[in-house]
């Protein structure tokens, strides 16, 4: 659904030869404070939306999966807060574009299953690793022109998230022993003690 609103929204500006880059986030004014909640649906073109739309579609899809019970969450407060912390420290330019909700699921997503260390997460991890490791180097300032600051404010808000969400949904459970009646032929010590039949004292009894 995110993904549709944003090709939607872009397609609205081509249709109507509109420019939204301005409603982007624009450090530290007021005025660019409205940023922080639009920033994630605006792109400045076909190939930078485009590039956006498979992580977002891959990893979007991970966390419904995988994490139903905290989806909306992460993805409601993760954008807030990936757009106000963005806005706390980047530079003065217009901020816009989906990759830091991009960055938000990446690190979510990764941390989350180490966190957990349950196995089908930490190989959904592994996975996730695999296929966007290469965009950690884009949270630095390596490429003009790219709000590195977003990249960089969605990968430390989903590695918070991951931590604060660490015991929703699937968590590994911890293995409980059960008592067997084999168990009982043993005492404290793990010394074999089988313990004696009231019959057997009876005769013992009445022998005596």
Same mark, same amino acid.
């Given at each position: 659904m995110y993904v549709f609103i944003i090709w939607f929204i872009y397609w609205i500006e081509i249709k109507f030869e509109l420019n939204f880059n301005k409603l982007g986030v624009y450090p530290r004014t007021l005025e660019g404070f409205k940023g922080v909640f639009l920033t994630h649906f605006i792109h400045s073109n076909t190939s930078h939306l485009f590039n956006n739309s498979i992580p977002l579609f891959v990893l979007l899809s991970c966390l419904f999966y995988f994490y139903k019970n905290v989806a909306y969450k992460v993805l409601t407060l993760g954008g807030f807060f990936t757009g106000f912390l963005t806005w706390?420290?980047?530079?003065? $330019?217009?901020? &816009?574009?989906?990759?830091g909700i991009v960055y938000l699921l990446f690190s979510f997503i990764?941390? $989350?299953?180490? &966190?957990?260390?349950?196995?089908?997460?930490?190989a959904l991890s592994l996975i996730i690793i695999f296929l966007y490791g290469s965009m950690i180097w884009y949270v630095f300032p390596i490429k003009e022109g790219m709000s590195w600051e977003g990249h960089l404010s969605g990968f430390l808000i989903g590695l918070l998230l991951s931590i604060l969400y660490r015991k929703k949904g699937i968590v590994k459970k911890e293995h409980q022993f059960i008592e067997t009646e084999f168990d009982l032929l043993f005492d404290e010590n793990g010394n074999f003690a089988p313990p004696i039949l009231e019959e057997k004292m009876d005769k013992e009894q009445n022998f005596d």
């Open positions: 706390v420290i980047a530079r003065e $330019s217009f901020h &816009i574009g989906a990759s990764f941390f $989350s299953g180490i &966190i957990r260390k349950h196995y089908r997460l930490v």
